[in-house]
């Protein structure tokens, strides 16, 4: 029995920019970012893809001030993290973290290498927290990737109903480019977990 | 070990759709929440540490600086970030944002007619000890109007975010003053349980109070426990 209560959650709101993406909203002045766009560069072993979308309200307008954070494991599906027994020994540290507010169109996007199979019973994804203006509490969702035969036996996937496990699964737009756009409400509401 | 973290206690949170919080009604999600089995995606989760900060991150009325110190009246928020056991977290990143004493961010798209500081930031972070122990010098963030309603205030608060052992741990939220009228007029933080609301506010401490420097403010953090246990017990 826990003797205290979680501390609850509150809404990020319009001003994080310059306190968790300081570096991308041009504040690198004063504070430089822990993480970015940039999760892999040029010596990170796997395969080099982007990952872009924007988040869309109910109303179906794309949002400016919504925080996407993601965390995946490396090529070799390794979790640069002490819980995971096989330790990355590589330099990528798997986390990223990027805001709707600078891009025109207002996309997120990451630069980073895909994933592989953590364990036997899941499809290479990325695990991401959605927060914004207007959210109390962040939503965890995952980005898959199309084509992948371990889709079919994930175990997450096949926890969601069939109708929706579209909303997970990005598109791919070219060679190393995958789109996942992020909808809050409506019809095609994308699957967000009680993790 | 095996290990998994407590489910959120949803008891305690504030929905995601709250209506007098009037950007929720199209933002927060509205098709029931799947359940998601705890794997390794979830058991880890990004580490930062000590390497994270440099300098006078922790130190809000320094790291601004420009010609002067930083008007307003100084304050230190120190406090433990602990799980739902009370055990430490430590070596854990926290990162803070907050306006300046007169209610005014320094984020390009607040408007809000009261002055910048040229000799604030208000963005900061630090890590916790392997006490849970974190502490920060600002100072008191000033309470500014939003467009949510007619004559709306925000209390008096600063943002607090924080990643905790694993993914599932992260947390942002907001801390507060006691005693702010603000307070009972706020729908962010009335939109939270009455139960847990008051574990967003602060406690005005007089041992953590610097004699003719700053006022102390403590605020304790409890993330999502874990109910390890051990493989060959």
């Keep these: ?195 | 070990m095996t290990e998994s973290f407590n489910a959120r206690d949803w008891s305690g949170q504030p929905a995601y759709i709250a209506p007098d919080y009037k950007s929720t009604p199209l933002r927060g999600p509205t098709k029931p929440l799947i359940p998601l089995p705890q794997t390794l995606s979830e058991l880890t989760g990004p580490v930062y540490g000590q390497e994270s900060v440099t300098g006078d991150d922790a130190d809000l009325t320094r790291n601004g600086r420009r010609n002067g110190e930083p008007l307003g009246e100084r304050i230190i928020v120190a406090g433990r970030v602990l799980d739902e056991d009370g055990r430490p977290v430590p070596n854990t990143l926290l990162e803070i944002w907050q306006a300046n004493a007169a209610g005014r961010y320094i984020h390009n798209t607040d408007q809000h007619d009261a002055p910048i500081d040229p000799n604030f930031f208000g963005g900061g972070r630090c890590v916790t000890d392997f006490d849970g122990g974190y502490r920060f010098m600002t100072v008191k963030p000033g309470a500014y109007p939003w467009p949510n309603h007619h004559n709306a205030w925000r209390p008096n608060h600063i943002h607090f975010s924080l990643f905790g052992p694993s993914f599932v741990t992260r947390l942002v939220t907001q801390m507060y003053f006691p005693g702010d009228p603000l307070l009972d007029l706020d729908p962010i933080f009335l939109a939270t349980p009455g139960a847990t609301r008051d574990l967003l506010i602060a406690r005005f401490n007089l041992e953590l109070t610097e004699p003719n420097y700053a006022l102390g403010y403590v605020f304790d953090i409890v993330l999502r426990g874990n109910s390890a246990t051990p493989m060959e017990a």
């Design chain 1, 1 to 195: 029995m826990a003797k205290l209560r979680q501390t609850p959650s509150q809404t990020v709101g319009p001003y994080f920019a310059y306190g968790l993406a300081p570096e991308q909203y041009g504040y690198q002045q004063n504070l430089t970012s822990i993480a970015g766009s940039q999760m892999a560069d040029s010596e990170t072993e796997g395969e080099h893809i982007r990952v872009e979308g924007r988040v869309f309200d109910g109303a179906g307008n794309p949002i400016s001030d919504a925080l996407i954070e993601i965390w995946q494991a490396d090529a070799m599906g390794r979790y640069s993290h002490p819980a995971d027994p096989r330790g990355s020994n590589s330099t990528f540290k798997g986390f990223g973290r990027c805001g709707t507010g600078t891009d025109p169109q207002n996309r997120f996007w990451f630069d980073t290498v895909k994933p592989g199979q953590v364990d036997a019973e899941q499809a290479p994804h990325l695990n991401v927290i959605v927060s914004m203006r207007g959210m109390l509490l962040h939503a965890f969702t995952r980005i898959y990737f199309p084509g992948e035969p371990a889709n079919a036996s994930d175990k997450v996937l096949n926890a969601v109903p069939a109708e929706r496990r579209g909303t997970l699964i990005s598109t791919r737009q070219s060679n190393n480019l995958y789109r996942f756009d992020i909808h809050m409400q409506g019809d095609n509401e994308t699957v967000f977990f009680d993790a």
